[in-house]
């Protein structure tokens, strides 16, 4: 094979530009830019939720609704609550309504009316975004506009949201949806801005019965975080393996 | 090599070039690894700075008490001390800002019915036989934190008359005044 002077400085140029131009895109880090990066923060938020005392009532999720300015007719909601029923006949009957919007006011599930007589056992499970540790929503982003903060928050970015909704068909707990109104794929902020602000999260707050509550997993005198530690707390879909955050008291194994 | 098969591979790197150009100039500055590791910490860093100024519309029952001192305390004493005052009275927004500023207009975002004008902002309040019946709706559930709730049959108990004809909702144990 010959090779004239030309052809070689032609290809040589061609393929150092070819190496390089690639490597434009990342972009390099001291390791001390990295260390700063990937350190533990002293915050790392969790959920707890004791399914043996909600009652149904639905205030948190009109207290999201109206707190996150999520549109309150539209069928979408940040958090909600499901309500299951196992009759004595073996059927489980699960249903939440306007994701327990306005509450669970009378027996009638989708049109078929339960006698109280015929319940074997029934109960209530709120739900939400689990703030996982390992968030599918968030690895599959092909833009970074959604992404977990130091606290273990997983959020999304409006501006830089386009809105192609993988993250909607990633989670597999259901917790996201599109926004009606701004065109993006919306969740559950845990109320970051009241976080920051030493308030609690509204659906927290407007729990009056304590089954939604939130603790801060790295200080060891939150009594929340106590009650995590140490008494028998289980998550949903823990096959998954996403490592949700919002720990369950009571949860009956037919719960998905 | 021959033309025909380098060609493409020169508008392929031209293309990658002109992709990762662009990105120079449209990408925000403050884009990079922010959180927690390099997997799920790329974002825009004034990203978080807009999720805090969020405003906060439910103020809690800590803020009623600066005014409403004497029903906060007789709602402490009673069995609805847990309930917010917010849950039946809806979100303060930014209900008592204007009393120390009485001619900042409220600018409140879409929460209820409130129209801007000068002064405080009245609060509606939910008195509606469905509120009450969220927790006090009997429907038989033996082993749930529902079934330990006092509660009504709906379709017997004073049908579509308002409980708080009835019932002090400060203090469910007392008549109404």
Sequence with gaps: MTCSRRDFLKEAVGTTAAAVLPSAAFVLLSTDEARAAVANSKVRYAFLIDTNKCVGCGMCVRACKNENEVPYDAPVTRNWVERYIFTKDGKIHIDSPKGGRDGFTDNNMYGEEIDPDDIAKAFFVPKGCNHCDNPPCVQVCPVGATYQTNEGVVLVDRDWCMGCAYCIMACPFGARYFHPVHKVADKCTFCYHRLNKGLAPACVQSCAFGARRFANLRDPDDPVTKIITTQRVAVLKDLYGTKPHAFYLGLDHDVR | ?177
Aim: include cysteine; proline fraction near 7%.
């Design chain 2, 1 to 177: 090599m021959k033309w025909h098969i380098l060609h493409p591979l020169w508008v392929g790197l031209g293309v990658v070039g002109l992709i990762i150009l662009a990105g120079r100039f449209l990408v925000p500055d403050d884009f990079g690894v922010h959180g927690r590791n390099f997997t799920y910490g790329y974002h825009r860093l004034s990203s978080l700075q807009d999720w805090k100024d969020f405003p906060v519309k439910y103020q809690g029952r800590d803020s009623c008490i600066e005014c409403h001192e004497e029903n906060v305390r007789l709602n402490s004493a009673s069995p609805h001390a847990a309930i917010q005052c917010e849950n039946c009275h809806g979100p303060a927004v930014n209900h008592a800002d204007s009393v120390q500023s009485p001619s900042v207009g409220i600018q409140s975002p879409s929460v209820g019915n409130q129209s801007s004008s000068v002064g405080i902002q009245p609060l509606s309040v939910d008195t509606s036989r469905e509120l009450c019946l969220r927790c006090h709706a009997y429907l038989g559930y033996p082993n749930s934190n529902r079934g330990a709730m006092p509660s009504i049959v709906d379709r017997t108990h004073r049908r579509r008359r308002e409980c708080s004809n009835c019932h002090n909702p400060h203090d469910p144990g007392e008549e109404s005044e």
